[in-house]
């Protein structure tokens, strides 16, 4: 049977209510333990549980963070089958695509998961999800990647977004299949699997303001748009534009502050603000347009996929052309294959 590595993060899962809302609860590890320790014995894999101290807000999250995250597994890499991640939902996406992008191709997987409510209030859905976690981590044909497991659903870590605030079924993946889905058993897709190795386990320098997210919306300004890319900080944009990639002309203004900043060294990524579909920069002249000044199609990624990988790129010092190649295909199935 696997042995797997339980990681715990923070977030909402391991929270207890007081006076003023939720709060991160001392004694959730023990809490845990106990409940799982209750479940038959032959159902879960053998499992070790570690805190990382201090907690990770979710809502606070940096790029730093995903440094402890790989610190931890490097520490543990060789001693486990698998490792799950109990992470706070607010960032989870993000902090799952990171690890996709860090840790590149995988010979075990790592599964992450949380709670729309902490474990041991009424209809908490934390245990659900812990425990679909561990199977998923210790299941012999587990995918070699990063996962997210929330509410029977195995999703690829890169292409998951939260799309819900309220429901118990928080996450989904809108321009990809689910890896896995749980029903009386666990049923894992029959799709191609990613390539398999050693991972990288190393740290990468990030470094805060270097990724920025321009929203495309009306009532953009062109001044706007200039002071935002004439932060001597920024070398990585992720361009949110309308429908199949479309961005307003702004009177041709927009265009001419792209155009400037590519030719500085900037690279532009363009994402859809569409939660489904693909940016196809060549369907309308506005987007056409895009292509002719080096702006980088993100086809169907995701924003929380495009601004992690950019930040892991940076971070692992890609730069010029080198980078604008990882940008423009996929690295760890994140997006589809460009035509």
């Given at each position: 049977?696997?042995?797997?590595?339980?990681?715990?993060?923070?977030?909402?899962?391991?929270?207890?209510?007081?006076?003023?809302?939720?709060?991160?609860?001392?004694?959730?590890?023990?809490?845990?333990?106990a409940v799982l320790a209750a479940q038959p014995s032959d159902r879960l894999p053998n499992h070790d549980l570690l805190a990382l101290n201090p907690p990770i807000d979710s809502a606070d999250l940096e790029p730093a963070a995903w440094n402890r995250l790989i610190d931890a597994l490097s520490a543990a890499w060789s001693?486990?089958?698998?490792?799950?991640?109990?992470?706070?939902?607010?960032?989870?996406?993000?902090?799952?695509?990171?690890?996709?992008?860090?840790?590149?191709?995988?010979?075990?997987?790592?599964?992450?998961?949380?709670?729309?409510?902490?474990?041991?209030?009424?209809?908490?859905?934390?245990?659900?999800?812990?425990?679909?976690?561990?199977?998923?981590?210790?299941?012999?044909?587990?995918?070699?990647?990063?996962?997210?497991?929330?509410?029977?659903?195995?999703?690829?870590?890169?292409?998951?977004?939260?799309?819900?605030?309220?429901?118990?079924?928080?996450?989904d993946s809108p321009n990809a299949p689910w890896l896995g889905e749980a029903g009386i058993t666990l049923r894992l897709a029959e799709l191609p699997a990613l390539p398999a190795g050693a991972p990288n386990l190393t740290p990468a320098a990030f470094e805060a303001g270097r990724v920025g997210v321009l929203h495309c919306?009306?009532?953009?300004?062109?001044?706007?748009?200039?002071?935002?890319?004439?932060?001597?900080?920024?070398?990585?944009?992720?361009?949110?534009?309308?429908?199949?990639?479309?961005?307003?002309?702004?009177?041709?203004?927009?265009?001419?502050?792209?155009?400037?900043?590519?030719?500085?060294?900037?690279?532009?990524?363009?994402?859809?603000?569409?939660?489904?579909?693909?940016?196809?920069?060549?369907?309308?002249?506005?987007?056409?347009?895009?292509?002719?000044?080096?702006?980088?199609?993100?086809?169907?990624?995701?924003?929380?996929?495009?601004?992690?990988?950019?930040?892991?790129?940076?971070?692992?010092?890609?730069?010029?052309?080198?980078?604008?190649?990882?940008?423009?295909?996929?690295?760890?199935?994140?997006?589809?294959?460009?035509?």
């Amino acid at each position: 049977m696997a042995r797997l590595l339980v990681l715990y993060t923070g977030g909402t899962l391991g929270m207890e209510p007081s006076s003023g809302g939720y709060v991160p609860s001392p004694h959730f590890a023990e809490r845990l333990q106990a409940v799982l320790a209750a479940q038959p014995s032959d159902r879960l894999p053998n499992h070790d549980l570690l805190a990382l101290n201090p907690p990770i807000d979710s809502a606070d999250l940096e790029p730093a963070a995903w440094n402890r995250l790989i610190d931890a597994l490097s520490a543990a890499w060789s001693s486990y089958d698998g490792f799950v991640i109990l992470h706070g939902t607010d960032t989870l996406a993000y902090t799952a695509a990171a690890l996709s992008f860090l840790l590149d191709a995988l010979d075990k997987p790592v599964v992450l998961t949380g709670a729309q409510i902490p474990l041991g209030e009424p209809r908490s859905d934390a245990l659900n999800n812990v425990l679909l976690a561990l199977q998923a981590a210790g299941h012999p044909c587990a995918p070699r990647e990063v996962c997210i497991a929330f509410h029977d659903r195995l999703l690829r870590g890169n292409r998951a977004r939260k799309c819900r605030t309220q429901g118990l079924d928080a996450f989904d993946s809108p321009n990809a299949p689910w890896l896995g889905e749980a029903g009386i058993t666990l049923r894992l897709a029959e799709l191609p699997a990613l390539p398999a190795g050693a991972p990288n386990l190393t740290p990468a320098a990030f470094e805060a303001g270097r990724v920025g997210v321009l929203h495309c919306h009306p009532g953009l300004a062109a001044g706007q748009v200039a002071r935002q890319l004439d932060d001597p900080q920024l070398q990585g944009l992720v361009l949110l534009t309308y429908g199949m990639g479309n961005p307003p002309g702004l009177d041709g203004q927009l265009l001419a502050c792209l155009r400037q900043a590519v030719e500085r060294g900037l690279a532009i990524v363009n994402v859809t603000q569409c939660r489904q579909g693909s940016v196809q920069q060549g369907a309308y002249a506005s987007g056409g347009r895009l292509n002719d000044i080096g702006i980088i199609a993100g086809h169907d990624i995701t924003p929380e996929a495009a601004i992690t990988k950019l930040e892991v790129l940076l971070g692992r010092a890609k730069r010029g052309q080198v980078l604008r190649d990882a940008l423009s295909r996929p690295l760890r199935g994140e997006m589809s294959t460009p035509p």
